[in-house]
Nanobody, 120 residues
Framework: VQLQASGGGLVQTGGSLRLSCEAS????????IGWFRQVPGKEPEAVSC????????YYTDSVKGRFTISRDNAKNTWYLQMNSLKPEDTATYYC??????????????WGKGTQVTVSS
């Protein structure tokens, strides 16, 4: 299964972006899907995840109230709506999936990243 992320770009502080991730195959075996981000020199950080069947969501504290994860199982696609963006949101964002557990950890599928840059 390949994951393809899109929607990154350059935006000013306070702006919005919507990331999309499309899976190449039917994703019924995925337990959780989500988004991680990484800045140079640091480990990837879990930003948000959602359970494929139960819809339970997770958000890291720094994005709560600003980011919203959603999914369209019929389209094998999930999204990250990012509002009120801040310079500290600047990172490479990766769409991910977990076929083993409904948690935002130990993701076993990773797409290529999409760069998000927030200018001050």
């Amino acid at each position: 299964v390949q994951l393809q992320a899109s929607g990154g770009g350059l935006v000013q502080t306070g702006g919005s972006l919507r990331l999309s991730c499309e899976a190449s195959e039917f994703t019924l075996d995925f337990k959780a899907i989500g988004w991680f981000r990484q800045v140079p020199g640091k480990e990837p950080e879990a930003v948000s995840c959602i359970g494929v069947k139960n819809g339970v969501t997770y958000y890291t504290d720094s994005v709560k109230g600003r980011f919203t994860i959603s999914r369209d199982n019929a389209k094998n696609t999930w999204y990250l709506q990012m509002n009120s963006l801040k310079p500290e949101d600047t990172a490479t964002y990766y769409c991910t999936a977990n076929s083993r557990a409904t948690i935002c950890n130990g993701m076993d599928y990773w797409g290529k990243g999409t760069q998000v840059t927030v200018s001050s």
